[in-house]
């Protein structure tokens, strides 16, 4: 989990600088979840995983300066496979439930990044969290 959460938005950083500068231009989106903003139990590793992601990307936000753009994506329940992931089946089937339950497509996920990237260059949509009404 650290190593694609983690690491891999760090490597994925590490890779964009030359091909933005090529372009004069870039926009970094990363992948956090609303599990960046509260923790439950049994999901206390992925909640610090995915606040990691969110404070990198709040960092590298800062540092950038006016380019590029960087935007971090928090989804909440949203209607994928996402609970086959977990080695737990206790987390497994409350993930399931909940998803059966509230989930939203995840094409509204992909609206809110096109509302991201269709901004002109000097707005910044640094921080965007996308989850159905009912989830708490």
Do not use: W
């Given at each position: ?29 990363t ?57 737990n ?28 990237i ?19």
């Amino acid at each position: 989990m650290v190593d694609v959460n983690v690491k891999g938005v760090l490597h994925g950083i590490g890779a964009a600088p030359p091909v933005f500068r090529a372009r004069g231009t870039g926009h970094f989106i990363t992948t956090a979840s609303t599990a960046a903003f509260r923790i439950v139990p049994t999901m206390a590793v992925y909640a610090d995983i995915k606040f990691a992601v969110r404070a990198i990307c709040e960092g590298l936000r800062q540092e950038a300066g006016d380019s590029p753009r960087v935007t971090t994506v928090s989804p909440g329940a949203t209607a994928t496979d996402f609970a086959k992931v977990s080695t737990n089946s206790q987390v497994r089937a409350e993930i399931t439930k909940m998803r059966d339950r509230i989930a939203i497509p995840p094409d509204a996920i992909a609206r809110a990044i096109a509302f991201a990237i269709e901004q002109p260059v000097a707005v910044g949509v640094n921080l965007i969290v996308v989850r159905p009404t009912a989830q708490s």
